[in-house]
């Protein structure tokens, strides 16, 4: 079992920038890939960005060049770091696991707000 926590989330204006954090609570080892997904309000969950334990990582065209994820193996810890944010990008914001089973762990998640 893993088990994911996320924070640093907040209120952030137009523009700026804010780093997510997803600490799991076992191995990073067991996850064979992680990820962020999102849900706006009103909207379906989609996939913000995903990082294989070989450090390869994918983004969704929304945040391509915007957004960076990555993982500190040594903090068992995972990583959003969300710059030139837009009012779009605000949504409750989920960390993803899944392991080598293929079984799927989740987090509750961190709520980012842009606005002025």
């Known amino acids: 079992q893993v088990q994911l926590v996320e924070s640093g989330g907040g209120l952030v204006q137009p523009g700026g920038s804010l780093r997510l954090s997803c600490a799991a609570s076992?191995?990073?080892?067991?996850?064979?890939?992680m990820g962020w997904y999102r849900r706006a309000p009103g909207k379906e969950r989609e996939l913000v960005a995903v990082?294989?334990?070989?450090?390869?990582?994918d983004y969704a065209d929304t945040v391509k060049g915007r957004f960076t994820i990555s993982i500190d193996n040594a903090k068992n810890t995972m990583y959003l770091q969300m710059n030139s944010l837009k009012r779009e990008d605000t949504a409750d914001y989920y960390c993803?696991?899944?392991?080598?089973?293929?079984?799927?762990?989740w987090g509750k998640g961190t709520l980012v707000t842009v606005s002025s």
């Open positions: 993803n696991g899944v392991d080598v089973l293929n079984r799927e762990y």
């Open positions: 076992g191995s990073i080892f067991s996850l064979n890939i």
């Open positions: 990082i294989t334990r070989g450090g390869r990582a």
